[in-house]
C-alpha cells in the first residue's frame, strides 16, 4: 500500500526566505510525482510534475527534487512572498489513483 | 481554456434528496475521477473512469454513483444524500498520471 507523508504540517517564515518543503513515499515503483498548491475554498493547482527518470523540475522560483531510491521529494521555494501563502500537497500514482499527502500549510509574513 | 469544469460551485440539500454534480472538461482525457476532501481526511478516492463506459469504484463509493458517456463528461450522483456526504467535491482529468482539477463544488446535507 503506498502511504505518503508530508513535513512539516505547517511552516511559518518571514517574505524573502528560501524554503524547503518535504514529501515521502513508501512505495519507490513510482513513475512519476506531482505537487499541488491549493488556495482556501479553491481547487488544487498542478506546480509540478517529475518524471522518475528525472531527478528534478524547476518552474520559476520553484524546484522539485525526487529521490525514487530513498522515497523522497521535495519542493525548493526560493525568495518566498505572502502569495505564496497555500497549502501545498504532494502526489503518486498509485493503480488508477493519486495518493496524496496531507499536506503543508505554508504560511509567508510580509 | 476551460480544463475542467465544476458545477454547481455551492449546493445545499435536505436529507434523502438526490442530485448530481456535474464534471465537464476539455482536454480529451481518457482518466476522469471524483475525489471528496474533508478535514483531517484530505482527498479520498470515490470514482474513476478510464474511458467512456468505463467506471469503476474508489476508496468511499458507498453513496454514489457515476456514469461516462462521452470523454467530456463525468457526471457524480447522490441517491438518497446523509449528513455524512457534507464535504467539498472535486473532479479531475488527466494522463500519464498527471492530474488536473477542477475548482471543487461544495456541498452540505441537512
Known amino acids: 500500500k503506498q502511504e505518503v507523508t508530508q513535513i512539516p504540517a505547517a511552516l511559518s517564515v518571514p517574505e524573502g526566505e528560501n524554503l524547503v518543503l518535504n514529501c515521502s513515499f513508501t512505495d519507490s515503483a513510482i513513475y512519476n510525482l506531482q505537487w499541488f498548491r491549493q488556495d482556501p475554498g479553491k481547487g488544487l493547482t498542478s506546480l509540478l510534475l517529475?518524471?522518475?527518470?528525472?531527478r528534478e523540475q524547476t518552474s520559476g522560483r520553484l524546484n522539485a527534487s525526487l529521490d525514487k531510491s530513498s522515497g523522497r521529494s521535495t519542493l525548493y521555494i526560493a525568495a518566498s512572498q505572502p502569495g505564496d501563502s497555500a497549502t501545498y500537497l504532494c502526489a503518486v500514482p498509485y493503480g488508477n489513483k493519486l495518493v496524496f499527502g496531507a499536506g503543508t500549510i505554508l504560511r509567508v509574513k510580509s | 481554456n476551460a480544463g475542467v469544469t465544476q458545477t454547481p460551485k455551492f449546493q445545499v440539500l435536505k436529507t434523502g434528496q438526490s442530485m448530481t454534480l456535474q464534471c465537464a472538461q476539455d482536454m480529451n482525457h481518457e482518466y476522469m475521477s471524483w475525489y471528496r476532501q474533508d478535514p483531517g481526511m484530505g482527498l479520498r478516492l470515490i470514482h474513476y473512469s478510464v474511458g467512456a463506459g468505463i467506471t469503476d469504484q474508489g476508496e468511499v463509493p458507498n453513496g454514489y454513483n457515476v456514469s461516462r458517456s462521452t470523454t467530456e463528461d463525468f457526471p457524480l450522483r447522490l441517491l438518497s444524500a446523509a449528513p455524512s456526504q457534507t464535504s467539498v467535491y472535486f473532479c479531475?482529468?488527466?494522463?500519464?498520471?498527471?492530474?488536473?482539477f477542477g475548482e471543487g463544488s461544495r456541498l452540505t446535507v441537512l
Open positions: 479531475a482529468s488527466g494522463r500519464q498520471g498527471e492530474l488536473f
Open positions: 517529475i518524471q522518475s527518470s528525472q
